[in-house]
């Protein structure tokens, strides 16, 4: 998945020569060189990590911290500074890596990769999403949606995406257990009890044994939603002929196509009641 990394130092050199080195990465990258300038950035849409120098005019990479704990403490923050007596200051907020100027590119590299990896990994295997259930309006769309999806690099944006939508769109607040394969989903639609289930048709070896597994277990979700289901060899096709679930033909990788699936979930929920009282 893409990741979208927030720069934020007043030296304009330093930020221009990170920013072109992560965007070669395939990250997204978005500068600030005020503290100022970062907290407006960072309210306007998700950030997955943030490189954060300490000593800059006007607001103060402390208080930048400090707002980003408070509003999303999930974010990833690498403390990056040319004042390694200011750690004891930054400690009791909480900073996932802390490196001293001058630094060695490749370590900075290195360190913003396995933090971004550790996190992706925690996107798709979180069991709980108290924040985002908690935010949840009287009436919004409140889900547990169980997604078998053998492929990460496809489950990972369509979960990203439904948990943390653009500013001004709201989906519903939805907690995810991902399934790699038949046995597992089998496993968490039984302990779980999952709301929805999410199936794609292409990657799961054989869609009409997992389909028919999942549908005679003793718990049945309130409905199942296929993706990636044309075109589909024969035997496969027969699983959709046999079924009047819902589908979606989207990409998980183009942002307008997965917010046809953000509204289609959306709708599902609300056909069936699954809204926060």
Known sequence: MEFRILVVDDEESLVSTVTEIFFDK???VVQALSGEQAVEIFGQKPVDLVLLDLQMPGLSGTDVLRHIRKKAPQTRVVIVTAYPERENEVKPLG??????????????????????????????KAVTMPEEMQEASPGEPLADILILEPVKDIAAPIIYFLRHPEPGKHYGAYHFGWATDLQQATTVLFATHPDLVM???????DPAVAVKQLMDGPYQPKDYLFYFHKPLPPDRQQVLSALSFK????????????????????KTALEHGLVKR
């Open 199 to 205: 199936i794609d048709l292409l990657t799961v070896p």
């Open 26 to 28: 395939g990250y997204q």
């Open 247 to 266: 589908h979606w033909e989207g990409n998980p990788w183009k942002e307008k196509e997965l917010e046809t699936l953000g509204e289609l979930i959306r």
């Open 95 to 124: 900073y996932d890596a802390f490196i001293q100027k001058p630094f060695a590119m490749d370590n900075l590299i290195r360190t913003v990769d396995a933090l971004l990896t550790g996190k992706d990994d925690e996107e798709l």
